[in-house]
């Protein structure tokens, strides 16, 4: 199996653009995640999914991300607009279980530049 | 809110050397993991404790759970530069999100 897969690697995009990140989890994995990890405040979870429909999304900071899974292959991550304090990386993961008992995989992320 | 405090946050020591890193909540963990996370990738999970007191080993790391399963430690045995990275703890919040720990970065140098 190849992993998570996340693109893009690296995104450098200016402030008020549009900047969508995408992920693959691994097939058969009911449960997706997204995080976000900076210095300051660690591996954060913004929302996560249970086959396809999200469940919990009280980790995403404002209207301006929003988050889909159209299909078990799919799921994008979008920030519009961009601002320089969204600049981080941004993993995916998924996992057949949830919470302790079900193991995360994670993707290898994607860097985020907001200038 | 749960709350996981590592320490210390930043490691840096010479291959050979021996190492303990800690893990601690606020309240009791109901279980926890430990992952470590290499440069430019993700994080990979190392081991899940449930039990107080449980032991549980991976080669030259250690890993332990408190009796009274509040605070978690990982030891490693003569630390080699492969174990470079940030080690993370994590446990339950609800029934299906993991809480992450800031994370301890760890050096090894040659």
């Known amino acids: 199996d190849a992993g998570v897969i996340q693109s893009p690697r690296h995104e450098v995009t200016e402030m008020g653009q549009e900047v969508t990140l995408r992920c693959k989890p691994i097939s058969g994995h009911d449960y997706l995640f997204w995080y976000r990890q900076t210095m300051m405040r660690g591996l954060e979870l913004l929302i996560y999914f249970n086959n396809n429909v999200p469940i919990d999304d009280s980790g995403m900071p404002e209207d301006r991300f929003s988050a889909k899974m159209p299909n078990a292959s799919f799921s994008t991550l979008k920030i519009q607009p961009s601002e320089p304090r969204d600049s981080a990386v941004y993993f995916c993961a998924s996992s057949l279980r949830a919470g302790v008992q079900g193991e995360q995989f994670f993707g290898p992320g994607t860097r985020l530049t907001v200038l | 809110t749960q709350l996981l405090e590592q320490s210390p946050q930043f490691l840096s020591i010479q291959e050979g050397e021996n190492l303990t890193v800690y893990c601690n909540s606020s309240s009791v963990f109901s279980s926890l993991q430990w992952y470590r996370q290499e440069p430019g990738e993700g994080p990979v999970l190392l081991v899940t404790?449930?039990?107080?007191?449980e032991v549980k080993k991976l080669k030259r790391l250690t890993f332990q759970f408190g009796d009274a399963r509040k605070d978690s430690s990982l030891h490693i045995t003569a630390a080699q530069p492969g174990d470079t990275g940030l080690y993370l703890c994590a446990e339950p919040s609800g029934a299906q999100k993991l809480v992450f720990g800031q994370g301890t970065r760890l050096t090894i140098n040659p």
């Open positions: 404790v449930v039990t107080g007191g």
